[in-house]
């Protein structure tokens, strides 16, 4: 071991970056010579780019060596050059080549006697232990630093989350991919993997931040957390990003329940079964398949996602009331368009994306999809307002960006609902169009709100109570109904209110009144006195 330092150690929240050879032993064992060559040889690189890029080689241990850097963006900028440099360097045979992993952390260290020490060092060792040959690896709390500080030509890939072994809270690392470095890899070399069925993100996850962070704290603080919002407006997203946050609380795993394929107003044996299924639980002579289940928890401390409730919303309450009552360290996590109103539940809305998480939505799944860098103008502003700043429409248009461009997508978004179309196969059928998604919750209204909604639907902004109580009257509902409408179309995510104002989103007034309208689903609307009220 020996000490390599010019300059100061970093201090405060240090970026540490950990590397060693990949089969080194082997090397060793075949020819002690070269490999002592080549082993010096990689010690210059390492510690002159490292040099180069603001950092300090404080301790090199065999052939691995511990880097630190004051910023993050230095540390894999040096990575990135580092791999470069090695991947082209000529070494003395009979070695071909020097396969190196890296493995970045950021945190703050004790520091002694020229030597860093705590659990930020430890976490650095273990994710460099999952690396492969030639791979960047970055933990979740440097990708946090280099977001939006990354070099040019480089992004981070998800690799799920994972448990590090003798370490209690769970890893989310990111895979640096950058231009002329490999980009495909096996599975990671170690690591103990979830317990459950918690889905691996295909995609990143962008915007939500405060979102997200509310949502992780309530779940750990209440067993029934319900996050309410529209079609498309992300709910299973935040869900599944807000349980890989929290994995380390529910050491018995994490279990994710789609009740999507379930049949409108399904028993509660249909939304238990789906539980049962993803458990692995057999159903018991004598006793129901949700009591089964909740024997088969007892105490384990675990998490259930129940995803896409709205549809089989008194029975899903039903089968969550039993589970809270009989399993006193299993927490719920459930996903609808409006809240389940179970006892002990707490409920999380979400709204449109906020205009900077928008834009930077579009631009990712845009980049994504066209594989052309996308830039923020006054156009990407425009496609996003346009679509009420609804993620999934966001991403529906985002995937046209390279068949029309631009400035063209904007232009055909006149017609949003005929445009905003997923081409992919595997994409539930209700999140495949638009007009779909708003679909599918239109059609679990009952008969005086879709009325009331369909004569809200007329007006190009938003109303007052006076003047919904008008347009209600003209459609056969009196001043209640009008009443009790409202009250339940903004619990079922339809109607927005602010300042005693209300209205629906522009997508879904444009679905009711241009199509449901005009194929004369709701003929009291129509009527002549709701169109002179209108004007």
């Known amino acids: 071991m020996a000490s390599m330092r010019k300059r100061p150690l970093p201090t405060g929240t240090v970026t540490f970056l950990f590397t060693d050879i990949e089969g080194s032993t082997a090397l060793w064992e075949h020819d002690d010579a070269a490999m002592r060559l080549a082993l ?3 010690d210059r690189t390492i510690k002159r780019l490292t040099e180069q890029h603001e950092g300090v080689v404080f301790k090199t241990v065999g052939d691995a060596s511990h880097c630190a850097f004051a910023r993050a963006e230095d540390a894999v900028a040096m990575a990135i050059a580092a791999q470069r440099s090695l991947a082209r360097a000529k070494w003395p045979e009979p070695i071909h080549e020097l396969r190196v992993r890296m493995a970045l952390h950021s945190g703050t260290a004790q520091v002694r006697d020229g030597d860093y020490f705590g659990p930020t060092l430890n976490r650095t060792a273990r994710l460099l232990a999952l690396a492969h040959g030639r791979q960047i690896l970055a933990s979740e709390a440097a990708s946090i630093l280099l977001r939006d500080r990354l070099p040019e030509h480089c992004s981070l890939r998800e690799l799920g989350l994972i448990h590090l072994r003798d370490l209690k809270v769970s890893e989310h690392p990111r895979q640096i991919v950058a231009r002329g470095l490999p980009s495909q890899f096996p599975a990671l ?34 067993r029934l957390v319900t996050i309410a919002g529209s079609g498309g407006i992300g709910k299973t997203r935040l869900a599944l990003e807000a349980a890989r946050s929290a994995i380390d609380a529910f050491p018995d795993g994490i279990y994710f329940v789609s009740c999507a394929s379930l049949e409108a107003n399904s028993d509660d044996s249909l939304v238990a079964a789906a539980a049962a299924a993803v458990l692995g639980v057999q159903e018991a002579v004598g006793e129901s398949i949700v009591e089964t289940i909740a024997r088969d928890v007892g105490t384990k401390a675990l998490l259930f996602v129940i995803d896409n409730l ?55 799944r845009a980049g994504a999809a066209s594989g052309v860098a996308v830039n923020i103008d006054p156009d990407v502003e425009a496609i996003c307002a346009h679509v009420d700043r609804n993620p999934l429409s966001i991403e529906l248009a985002a995937a046209r960006a390279g068949a029309f461009g631009i400035r063209g997508l904007r232009e055909r978004l006149a017609d949003p609902l005929r445009v905003l179309v997923s081409k992919d196969p595997t994409e539930e059928e209700r999140h495949r169009t638009l007009i779909a998604t708003i679909d599918w919750s239109y059609r679990l209204l009952g008969d005086r709100d879709r009325i009331a909604l369909g004569a809200f639907s007329i007006f190009r902004t938003t109303f007052d109570i006076d003047a919904a109580v008008a347009v209600g009257a003209a459609a056969g509902l009196d001043a209640d109904d009008v009443g009790d409408a409202i009250e339940s179309l903004g619990d079922k995510s339809f109607l927005r209110s602010a300042d005693d104002r209300y209205g629906p989103l522009e997508t879904v007034r444009t679905f009711v009144y241009d199509h449901l309208c005009e194929s004369r689903h709701l003929d009291a609307v129509t009527s002549g006195k709701v169109c002179r009220l209108a004007t």
Do not use: M, Y
Not at 321 to 341: F, G, M, Q, V
């Open 40 to 42: 010096a040889k990689h």
């Open 310 to 364: 709205e549809h089989v919303l008194a029975a899903a309450a039903r089968v969550i009331k039993t589970l809270a009552e009989r399993c006193p360290n299993a927490h719920i996590l459930a996903t609808s368009r409006e809240p389940l109103h179970a006892r002990g539940e707490t409920v999380a809305r979400i709204d449109a994306l906020s205009g900077t998480d928008a834009t930077a939505l579009f631009v990712d």
């Open 189 to 222: 070399a170690g690591g103990v993997g979830p317990i459950g069925n918690l889905p691996a993100p295909t995609s990143s996850f962008v915007g939500r931040r405060d979102e997200l962070a509310r949502v992780v704290d309530l779940l750990r603080e209440h």
